[in-house]
């Protein structure tokens, strides 16, 4: 008998060790497999698309005389670059631009899938520049197709994401992040485009637009052009990280498969298989938040995105108001210090606005230098109160290099009216602060009847 027990304890520990033996196994499989992953996505698995002359059709010239202009337009190719010739004309429209169009779609082709997927690209080198006017911006852009609100016979509802830029010297390449394009204001509010469909997309880009920048010279301009490449990797971060944490949670879910069943056998062993499936779902609910984190967050400010902040304007609150906060002449300080000094200042903005608002106020980055205070629980006297305070905070403090900065606000109280309107309302007033001299708060004047004190 005591040699049956001995035996079948001996059995018992090998089996225990072997599924030890199992697990560690699977732990440095997996490990291995997250490690070589990684150094795949930060030094390898790079995807580039190179648009040339000699690679690249369905190339168009516009100009402005479909709008109303007198601009005129010319494209030819010389020495395998795209050279645009345009006469920059005064007349009723107010805006003359001549532009060259790459189209990735079909004329007559229906099919809404047609564009291109730019979705895992970060960068866009472009080769441009003027040849006889350097002083000249540029402006490049993207059209992209989104089925909730474009239609394939329309390009209008095709959302115009850009920007526009001045070449720093002639003889290099513009490097311009994907991250820095953002949507045209404009736009959004033309087409009525719900908040949640405000942000850029790349996924089914239809056309590809580099054209001259705003308030060009009545002259002739020439816009060479030698070639544009999207740069980035075959899979996004996101994706990378997503098929890891799956990895895992299979894994995971697999052992704990086997621990539960072996448990069954075991009732001995119950309580520790129940205290280590506990410590996995607490792991996996961090794993969670953290994601949750990154995907309504602004990873420089550490202030909310427009997808963080957009839930509160579903709620029903009563005396919601909004400050539409933006940096004066922040580009002034990018271009004279750089944008590291920028991103710098943008992180001590937020930090400042947090620290001088109350506690149940929500801070989002909008885009670029652009700031919403979404205020509960508010009137407008108290909103256009705190947003006094904190321009003249803003104005009095010494910023990063004791760059002295101000800053311009547009106050609006939540009426009976949808989110967009609500929105808008504020960045009316914003614009008209910055129109009346900058460094300004102005109230929003609602024709609506306001939510009930």
């Known amino acids: 008998m005591k040699l049956s027990i001995n035996i ?40 580039s698309i190179l648009l040339t002359p000699e690679n690249t059709e369905n190339v168009r010239f516009i100009g402005d005389k479909a709008l109303g202009g ?41 099919d809404v899938n047609q564009g291109l997927n730019l979705s895992t690209y970060s960068q866009v080198h472009v080769k441009a520049k003027y040849l006889n006017s350097p002083e000249s911006s540029i402006r490049f852009q993207l059209r992209s197709f989104n089925t909730k609100y474009s239609q394939i016979t329309n390009s209008d509802t095709w959302k115009y994401v850009g920007i526009e830029y001045w070449p720093q010297n002639q003889k290099s390449t513009t490097i311009i992040p994907m991250k820095s394009l953002q949507v045209a204001t404009w736009w959004l509010n033309q087409q009525k485009i719900p908040i949640q469909h405000s942000a850029p997309e790349f996924k089914n880009v239809m056309v590809l637009e580099l054209a001259t920048g705003n308030n060009m010279a009545q002259r002739q301009h020439l ?21 890891l944490i799956l990895v895992w949670v299979t894994a995971a879910i697999i052992v704990l498969y086997q621990n539960i069943t072996h448990s069954r056998s075991k009732l001995t062993h119950s309580k520790l298989k129940a205290q280590e499936l506990t410590q996995l779902n607490k792991l996996l609910n961090v794993e969670t938040q953290v994601l949750k984190d990154k995907a309504e967050r602004d990873p420089l400010t550490g202030a909310l995105n427009r997808a963080g902040i957009q839930p509160v304007f579903t709620k029903e609150l009563k005396k919601l108001s909004l400050i539409f906060i933006d940096i004066d002449h922040f580009k002034t300080i990018n271009d004279t210090h750089g944008h590291a000094i920028g991103d710098e200042i943008l992180k001590e903005f937020s930090k400042s606005l947090n620290e001088n608002c109350r506690s149940t106020d929500l801070l989002a980055r909008w885009g670029g230098e652009e700031f919403l205070l979404v205020c509960p629980n508010t009137v407008l006297s108290d909103a256009f ?16 290099n004791n760059i002295k900065m101000t800053s311009s606000f547009g106050v609006a109280q939540r009426g009976d009216e949808s989110a967009s309107d609500f929105i808008e309302r504020a960045d009316k007033a914003l614009y008209d602060a910055k129109a009346r001299g900058r460094n300004q708060v102005v109230l929003s004047k609602p024709s609506i009847h306001l939510n009930p004190y």
């Open 8 to 47: 079948q304890v001996n059995y018992m520990s090998d089996k225990k060790m072997a599924r030890s033996k199992v697990y560690n196994l699977l732990i440095l499989s997996l490990l291995i497999i997250t490690i070589i992953a990684i150094l795949l996505q930060r030094f390898s698995l790079n995807t």
């Open 70 to 110: 007198e601009s005129s337009v010319t494209l030819t190719t010389e020495d395998n670059k795209w050279l645009l010739t345009c006469n920059i004309k005064k007349s009723n429209y107010g805006w003359p631009f001549c532009e060259l169009a790459i189209h990735f779609f079909e004329e007559g082709n229906t």
């Open 223 to 243: 816009l060479e052009v030698e070639y544009i490449k999207f740069t980035g990797k075959l899979f996004t971060n996101g994706q990378v990280f997503f098929s």
């Open 385 to 400: 109160a705190l947003a006094q305070n904190l321009r003249s905070i803003i104005s009095q403090k010494s910023w990063v």
